[in-house]
Antibody, heavy 120, light 107 residues
Framework: QVQLQQWGAGLLKPSETLSLTCAVYGGSFSGYYWSWIRQPPGRGLEWVGEINHSGSTNYNPSLKSRVTISVDTSKNQFSLKLSSVTAADTAVYYC??????????????WGQGTTVTVSS | DIQMTQSPSSLSASVGDRVTITCRASQSISSYLNWYQQKPGKAPKLLIYAASSLQSGVPSRFSGSGSGTDFTLTISSLQPEDFATYSCQQSYSTPWTFGPGTNVEIK
């Protein structure tokens, strides 16, 4: 049973860099894409970006200039960095596995979420 | 980006009720549509993928239908554990986008 466990700093000041890591336990790491999704307080889900085991990435254009997603296959981990954060980046951040069955993709396993607050 | 809308934004229902939630895409997305359930303080849970396929372990009272731009999630007989927020998500093209959610509350 695959599980995702995520961690990272929860309180940041404006202009700092958000850094989160997600570890994959109990399942295959290769053959999947791995996503980051965020949810501002009281709002809907926003996809941040994704990476596969080879390091191929896709980012949300709205965040692309500030986002870097990387992978460490030796540890079955992937990470998110978001630079120059502002209060608008305050959200719960989730990591998730993307199941890709043919052309049908979905996020079938999720991490527990990390609350990130940006405040001076 | 493909915009996803949902209606209603919230609803009140009783245990045993049949509940239908609608999701609409800003352009045709064929059947590339997923539904998630989210409870307060918890991560989303995949319910339906490819518009109508039930995720393993999800009760059969949940069903999905639709294609193109209009989709529905139906709960045939609402159970106490079903009170939650439901969100749709398109997987037709990146950036993947989600609907704003429908909050199902106890009547």
């Amino acid at each position: 049973q695959v599980q995702l466990q995520q961690w990272g700093a929860g309180l940041l000041k404006p202009s700092e860099t958000l850094s989160l890591t997600c570890a994959v336990y109990g399942g295959s790491f290769s053959g999947y894409y791995w996503s980051w999704i965020r949810q501002p307080p009281g709002r809907g889900l926003e996809w941040v970006g994704e990476i596969n085991h080879s390091g191929s990435t896709n980012y949300n254009p709205s965040l692309k200039s500030r986002v870097t997603i990387s992978v460490d296959t030796s540890k079955n981990q992937f990470s998110l960095k978001l630079s120059s954060v502002t209060a608008a980046d305050t959200a719960v951040y989730y990591c998730a596995r993307e199941e890709r069955s043919g052309y049908y993709y979905n996020m079938d396993v999720w991490g527990q979420g990390t609350t990130v607050t940006v405040s001076s | 980006d493909i915009q996803m809308t949902q209606s209603p934004s919230s609803l009140s229902a009783s245990v045993g009720d049949r509940v239908t939630i609608t999701c609409r895409a800003s352009q045709s997305i064929s059947s590339y549509l997923n539904w998630y359930q989210q409870k307060p303080g918890k991560a989303p849970k995949l319910l339906i993928y490819a518009a109508s396929s039930l995720q393993s372990g999800v009760p059969s009272r949940f069903s999905g239908s639709g294609s193109g731009t209009d989709f529905t999630l139906t709960i045939s007989s609402l159970q106490p554990e079903d009170f939650a927020t439901y969100s749709c998500q398109q997987s037709y093209s990146t950036p993947w986008t989600f609907g704003p959610g429908t909050n199902v509350e106890i009547k």
